[in-house]
């Protein structure tokens, strides 16, 4: 979705052709995502299709074939960049997890969990930092190019922040003599019978016709 | 590369009996030249007593400092503050600027006391504040600047010299993440032309400039990451 409204929002501007539109791209994203060509065209040609944008006939002395935008592209493309993007929500958070997991399981060195964690978030930190040169932004291009980079330093910091919170957390419930492991329920739960009607049948067993995973 | 500060079996205590707080637990730390160390870790794990005893400020329970081959503990008083002096740069996150001296004499007062003759101190100083584009604000007071122009001014008045080592405590607590990042650069620049440093920090995109960041927790340190530079 964005890289298609990212081209429409860029031949909103005026005509464009497809390398065009693959090289603007790249180089206000750093080439973070690079965009192969034919990902390009295949945009174009749905962007066509919408009635958001039209191909010009004829080319230029270079063989260019040129996209204009429509007035519903005009419209579609204002009310991308204006409007807010919905806050992204994993379905599923697979260090957390995890950790929860680790945390809660008897015999696990938590500690070196979250030490290892914490090795692979700062190498990850400082690899993107390398990368990102650090420079301070002197140019329209250097601006966009720190944009990305902070999306995704911001991200492994956060990484980080949550890992110290959970080795605060564990260290406070350690403190305050809480015991981590959950005990395994001795009885086991059945599918779609409540909990006050478990069964006592010894071959209900996990793995069984009543698993459900 | 030159051993500029090493640390063997460090531990230090607080208090005594049954108050005893172990703050650090048989550390051991090399830096050299041209080696910026990040370290981490929560509130009270030992940090800023790390830095103490490397810079010399206090001496350690037990175990071995050494800076640019001298073993502190085998020094005089008179003898430690003159390491400190010309060795040692120090970088607080409050900046410790003294209020009532202008900018220029700040940067200048490590240098006087140095027995540098003031002439000579203060050309230095404005040199060091002219490479860090604070020339402008040489006359000023640090209550009339910035916060990233007072830590400006700070690691001016701590790179003056010239030290072999720069101990920084939190350099960018105080101040947003973009100013935050200038400082780490002008350190970053200091090491890069020879320097030592170790930066205590809570803060991850510092540590991310580092050429090793290690963890200290309850005392203990870990080696956490090493950057291929």
């Known amino acids: 979705m964005s890289v298609a ?32 060509i034919g990902q390009v065209y295949k945009t174009l040609d749905r962007l066509e299709r919408e009635g958001l944008v039209e191909k010009r006939s004829g080319t230029d002395a270079e063989g260019h074939v040129f996209y204009t935008v429509t007035a519903a592209g005009v419209a579609a493309s204002s009310v991308w960049i204006q409007q807010a993007d919905p806050v992204p929500t994993r379905a599923r958070d697979d260090l957390a997890i995890k950790v929860a997991i680790a945390v809660t399981l008897p015999g696990v060195d938590v500690t070196a969990l979250l030490r290892a964690q914490r ?93 459900d995973d | 590369m030159t051993e500029t500060l090493k640390l063997t079996d460090v531990s230090h205590d607080y208090g005594h009996g049954d108050l005893r707080v172990r703050a650090l637990d048989g550390v051991s730390l090399t830096v050299r030249a041209g080696e910026l160390i990040a370290v981490m ?37 008179q003898a430690l503050a003159a390491v400190r002096r010309r060795s040692i740069g120090f970088i ?29 101190a203060l050309k230095t100083s404005r040199q060091a ?67 030592a440093a170790i930066v205590a920090t809570h803060d991850a995109r510092l540590a991310a400039w580092a050429d090793r960041v290690l963890t200290l927790e309850d005392g203990h340190l870990y080696a956490t990451t090493e950057m291929q530079r």
Request: glycine fraction near 8%; proline fraction near 7%; aromatic fraction near 4%.
């Open chain 2, 129 to 195: 504040l002219a490479e860090f584009g604070l020339l402008e604000v040489a006359d000023s007071y640090p209550e009339n600047l910035s916060g990233g122009q007072q830590q400006r001014v700070a690691i001016a008045r701590a790179t003056a010299g010239s030290p072999r080592l720069i101990l920084a405590d939190e350099p960018t607590g105080a101040l947003d993440s973009i100013t935050g990042e200038s400082i780490v650069r002008l350190i970053r620049e200091r090491v890069d032309a020879g320097a």
């Open chain 2, 41 to 77: 870790g929560p509130s009270g794990s030992g940090k800023s007593t790390l830095l103490g005893i490397a810079g010399g400020m206090e001496h350690p329970s037990i175990g071995e400092v050494i800076v640019d081959g001298t073993p502190l503990r085998s020094l005089n008083a």
């Open chain 1, 119 to 211: 090795r692979e978030a700062i190498t990850r930190l400082q690899q993107l930092t390398h990368e990102s040169g650090g420079e301070p932004v002197r140019t329209a291009q250097d601006l966009a190019s720190r944009i990305v980079s902070d999306a995704l330093l911001i991200e492994a910091e956060t990484q980080l922040r949550w890992l110290d919170q959970v080795s605060d957390r564990v260290r406070d419930a350690i403190a305050r003599g809480i015991s981590l492991a959950i005990p395994f329920d001795t009885e086991r739960p059945r599918r779609g019978r409540p909990r006050a009607n478990r069964s006592t049948d010894p071959t209900d067993i996990p793995g069984g016709k009543n698993n």
């Open chain 1, 5 to 36: 409204m990212s081209l429409l929002a860029m031949i909103a501007q005026g005509p464009r052709y497809g390398y065009e539109l693959r090289a603007e791209f790249d180089r206000r994203t750093s080439a973070r995502w690079p965009l192969n």
């Open chain 2, 92 to 120: 607080f996150q409050n900046y410790n600027l003294i209020p009532i001296l202008t900018v220029l004499e700040n940067v200048a007062v490590p240098l006087e006391l140095d027995d540098w003759p003031r002439a000579r």
